[in-house]
């Protein structure tokens, strides 16, 4: 065994024992392994979502998209409807567009903005380009 390795031992262990997971968390990470099922017929583990959220093929940036996406931590909706927020920061909550209260699946797959259809087209092109079936 390389000190490296026993380091790393070391570290998840002290990770899993210190770590309660947020409720928000807990919540994606299920909404995921539905989605997944419901698309693939796969049926994930917790594990493999996260594995799969760190993937080294994913540029650092979209990895830190994907982490902050799943543990719902991105300052949008619900968030700024705290109450130690003026009535114009609590504004921020809703979307421009569409007047609803704002969530990453919202700004992803159901706003109505144009934008968006410019994005998913291009991502359908690139996921075709290498050949995967899109969906």
Same mark, same amino acid.
């Not at 380091?7 to 002290?14: H, S, V």
């Given at each position: 065994?390389?000190?490296?390795?026993?380091?790393?031992?070391?570290?998840?262990?002290?990770?899993?024992?210190?770590?309660?997971?947020?409720?928000?968390?807990?919540?994606?990470?299920?909404?995921?392994?539905?989605?997944?099922?419901?698309?693939?017929?796969?049926?994930?583990?917790?594990?493999? /979502?996260? #594995?799969?959220?760190?993937?080294?093929? !994913?540029?650092? $940036?979209?990895?830190?998209?994907?982490?902050? *996406?799943?543990?719902?931590?991105?300052? /949008?909706? #619900?968030?700024?409807?705290?109450?130690? !927020?003026?009535? $114009?920061?609590?504004?921020?909550?809703?979307? *421009?567009?569409?007047?609803?209260?704002?969530?990453?699946?919202?700004?992803?797959?159901?706003?109505?903005?144009?934008?968006?259809?410019?994005?998913?087209?291009?991502?359908?092109?690139?996921?075709?380009?290498?050949?995967?079936?899109?969906?």
């Amino acid at each position: 065994m390389t000190q490296s390795l026993a380091y790393k031992g070391i570290q998840q262990t002290k990770l899993k024992s210190n770590l309660t997971q947020r409720r928000s968390t807990t919540q994606r990470i299920n909404q995921f392994k539905i989605e997944v099922e419901d698309a693939t017929g796969k049926n994930l583990n917790e594990d493999q /979502i996260w #594995k799969a959220i760190h993937h080294k093929d !994913f540029s650092r $940036e979209t990895r830190y998209f994907l982490w902050m *996406t799943t543990h719902d931590t991105y300052h /949008i909706g #619900k968030y700024w409807l705290k109450g130690n !927020f003026r009535e $114009e920061i609590q504004s921020r909550s809703e979307c *421009t567009h569409c007047g609803v209260v704002e969530s990453m699946d919202h700004i992803l797959t159901q706003c109505e903005s144009p934008g968006q259809k410019v994005i998913w087209d291009l991502a359908e092109r690139l996921w075709e380009k290498n050949n995967l079936g899109w969906r």
